[in-house]
């Protein structure tokens, strides 16, 4: 049973310091999907990569977060510095674009993220 | 742009009554639609999907759901619900066309007492 596999599951660092998370998309799958879930957002797009190209960020702070995918089988997302506002659960879900659609999205068990 | 409504932020019921949550949508390209369900503490799984051909589709857990093309909606519906079905349900649609982003909607949090 193929998964998103997700790490760390939990992260508790300090103000100011480099955080990076990582993602194990499902083999196969084109699409790569960044998110953050806050209770007062809800479900974010911070990024989007198809055939490992980033097509979209738009969603990401730009000066402090960055998102690579080195390889297929791996995806990074970076914040540096962290600050207290990030403090959220990232989600990375991957999937398949067929024609022109995007279909269903498999989703990681997320990166819980608490900045002091 | 395609957009998602989830018109209920928050639904209680009893265990073993009915339920029915609610998703509009609007776009003007063909659409495939997704409800995802997100248990406590984990990530967004699919419930069920529709791509084409009939529009009531079931999913898993006894869930169902509608694709009503008039009225842009796709709502979800179990005839009778369980105490472990208390999650967050997400309905999400991708526009066709080359716009390949999911938009999701904001969440109704279903909560299933005893």
Request: proline residues 6%; charged residues 15%.
């Amino acid at each position: 049973d193929a998964r998103v596999t997700q790490t760390p599951r939990h992260k508790v660092t300090e103000m100011g310091q480099e955080v990076t998370m990582r993602c194990q998309p499902i083999l196969g799958h084109n699409t790569v999907f960044w998110y953050r879930q806050t209770m007062m957002q809800g479900l974010e797009l911070l990024a989007y990569f198809r055939n490992r190209a980033p097509l979209d960020d738009s969603g990401m702070p730009k000066d402090r977060f960055s998102a690579e995918m080195p390889d297929a089988t791996l995806a990074t997302l970076k914040i540096q510095p962290s600050e207290p506002r990030d403090s959220a659960v990232y989600f990375c879900a991957s999937g398949l674009v067929r024609g022109q659609f995007q279909e269903t999205q498999y989703f990681g068990p997320g990166t819980r993220l608490l900045v002091l | 742009a395609q957009s998602v409504t989830q018109l209920d932020s928050q639904v209680p019921v009893f265990e073993e009554a009915p339920v029915e949550l609610r998703c509009n949508y609007s776009s003007s390209v063909s659409v495939y639609l997704f409800w995802y369900v997100q248990y406590p503490n984990q990530g967004l799984q699919l419930l069920l999907k529709y791509l084409s051909g009939s529009t009531l589709v079931k999913g898993i857990n006894g869930f169902e759901a509608e694709f009503n093309k008039s009225q842009t909606s796709f709502h979800l519906r179990k005839p009778s619900v369980h105490i472990s079905d208390t999650a967050e349900y997400f309905c999400a649609v991708t526009a066709g066309g080359g716009s390949y982003i999911p938009t999701f909607g904001r969440g109704t949090s279903l909560i299933v007492h005893p």
